[in-house]
C-alpha cells in the first residue's frame, strides 16, 4: 500500500489483538471492545472483525459516524457510541442503525428526543455520568431531573449506564478510584430503583486489572487490547505484563553516508558528529505522524540494533547513529515500532523518548497505510 506522504509500513498483528483480549477476558466478565479512534490507529474494521471471533459481543466506538462506519461493514454486534450524538444527523443514525449513543448533556438528550419522535421510532441509550473526570455526564445532583425527563420521554430508554476513571492506572490515587465508584453506586441505585435495569460498566483497562471492586457489569478495554501494559512502571506492573504489541512501524532508508567528525547534521545544526560516523538518512518525519519531539533523543532499530536520531527530525526524514551496525544498506528497513531482537522498540519505549503516552503514539502513526496479518 503507497497512499502515504512516504514509504511508511504500519503492520498490525491481530492474533496478538486476540491473545490480548482473551488475556482482559480472564480478569473481566464482560468486556466491551474499545475501538475508537480507528481502533487506537489498528484499524476499527479489522480489529472489530478480530475481536468478534473471539466473542466480544460489544464494540465502543468514538463519533456516532464512527459506529455507522463499523455498522455499514456488516457488524451485527451492539455498537457504542462514546461520543454520543453532536447533530440532529447523529440522532437519526443512532436510532435508523441501531447505535447506542452516551447521552451526558440534557441539550442532547432533547434533540434526540425530537428527531426520534420525528421518526415514530424509540432508541436505546447509555446514560453517562461524571463522577470524577469533570469531562462528560450527568453529575449526580441531576439524577432528579434526569429521572423526571426519562419518565416524561418513554422513546429515550436507558439500557446502559456508566461512568470513566481518571486514576486507575496510579496507586497514589487508589482512594480517586473508590471515591468515584462510591458516587455511581449511589447513582446506580437511584437510577435502578427508578425502574431502569441498566447494565452498568466503569472499569477501563487498568481498572478491570486492578480494581476488582469497579468490574460492576461489563467493562470497558481499551490500551491493554493493543498490546499496552497500562500499570508499566508502578507496584501493579505485574498484573498487566501478559499483553502483546499489535503494531510495528517501519520504513526504508534513503542513503548511508560517512560523517567526518566535527560536521553538522540535520536543521539548526544542533548536533556535529562526535567522531568520524557512519549515518542513514531513515524515510520517517513529523509529516507521518513521527514526532519532531523524537529530535536528538529517539531511536529506530536497524538489523536488530538501536540507533540513535541525531539531530532534529526533518517533515520526512531523519537522521540515524550507524556507526556500529555492521551491513546496513541503501533501501534497508528501520523499524520505529517494534523489530527484531535485542533492538526491538516497545510502545512504551517509544513514547517515552516522544513525551508523550502509548495512545498517542498508536494514534498518530497508525494514520498510515496498514497491513494486517
Ligand atoms: C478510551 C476509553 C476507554 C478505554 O480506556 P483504556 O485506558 O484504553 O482501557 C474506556 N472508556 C471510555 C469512556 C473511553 O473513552
Redesign the pocket.
Known amino acids: 500500500m503507497t497512499i502515504g506522504y512516504n514509504t511508511i509500513d504500519v503492520q498490525i498483528d491481530l492474533d496478538a489483538i486476540r491473545h490480548n483480549y482473551r488475556v482482559l477476558c480472564e480478569k473481566g466478565s464482560n468486556v466491551?471492545g474499545?475501538v475508537?479512534?480507528d481502533a487506537?490507529g489498528h484499524g476499527l474494521l479489522e480489529v472489530a472483525r478480530a475481536l468478534e471471533e473471539e466473542g466480544a459481543n460489544t464494540f465502543?466506538v468514538?463519533a456516532v459516524d464512527e459506529a455507522l462506519t463499523l455498522r455499514k461493514s456488516g457488524c451485527d454486534n451492539r455498537i457504542i457510541s462514546?461520543l454520543g450524538p453532536l447533530n440532529e444527523a447523529d440522532c437519526f443514525n443512532a436510532s435508523q442503525f441501531n447505535i447506542i449513543p452516551?447521552i451526558g448533556e440534557f441539550e442532547q438528550l432533547d434533540m434526540l428526543s425530537r428527531v426520534v419522535s420525528a421518526q415514530g421510532k424509540k432508541v436505546d441509550i447509555c446514560l453517562?455520568f461524571d463522577t470524577g473526570m469533570s469531562r462528560l455526564g450527568f453529575s449526580i445532583d441531576e439524577i432528579e431531573k434526569l429521572l423526571l425527563w426519562l419518565k416524561a420521554n418513554p422513546q429515550i430508554n436507558p439500557v446502559l449506564a456508566?461512568s470513566?476513571l481518571a486514576t486507575?492506572?496510579d496507586p497514589a490515587y487508589e482512594d480517586y478510584v473508590s471515591a468515584q465508584a462510591e458516587v455511581f453506586s449511589s447513582i446506580l441505585e437511584k437510577v435502578r430503583s427508578a425502574g431502569y435495569t441498566v447494565e452498568a460498566?466503569l472499569?477501563?483497562?487498568?481498572?478491570?486489572l486492578v480494581h476488582d471492586k469497579v468490574h460492576y457489569d461489563a467493562q470497558?478495554?481499551?490500551?491493554?487490547?493493543?498490546g499496552?501494559n497500562?500499570l508499566l512502571g508502578t507496584k501493579w506492573s505485574s498484573l498487566g505484563d501478559r499483553f502483546k504489541p499489535a503494531m510495528q512501524v517501519s520504513t526504508k532508508i534513503a542513503a548511508v553516508r560517512d560523517l567526518k567528525k566535527g560536521q553538522a547534521i540535520s536543521y539548526g545544526c544542533t548536533c556535529h558528529a562526535e567522531r568520524d560516523m557512519k549515518v542513514a538518512i531513515v524515510c520517517a518525519g513529523y509529516a507521518d505522524g513521527y514526532s519532531r519531539h523524537l529530535s536528538n533523543t529517539g531511536q529506530v532499530c536497524i538489523n536488530g540494533r538501536r540507533a540513535q536520531i541525531l539531530g532534529r527530525v526533518c517533515m520526512q526524514l531523519c537522521i540515524v547513529d550507524v556507526t556500529d551496525i555492521p551491513d546496513v544498506h541503501f533501501s534497508d528497513r528501520a523499524y520505529l515500532l517494534g523489530g527484531e531482537g535485542e533492538g526491538k522498540i516497545s510502545p512504551d519505549d517509544l513514547a517515552g523518548w516522544w513525551g508523550t503516552i502509548t495512545?498517542e503514539v498508536f494514534c498518530l502513526l497508525g494514520f498510515n497505510p496498514k497491513m494486517f496479518k
Open positions: 466491551y474499545v475508537k479512534a487506537y465502543a468514538g462514546l452516551f453517562k456508566s470513566h486507575s492506572d460498566s472499569a477501563n483497562s487498568a481498572g478491570i470497558r478495554g481499551g490500551v491493554a487490547l493493543y499496552v497500562p495512545y
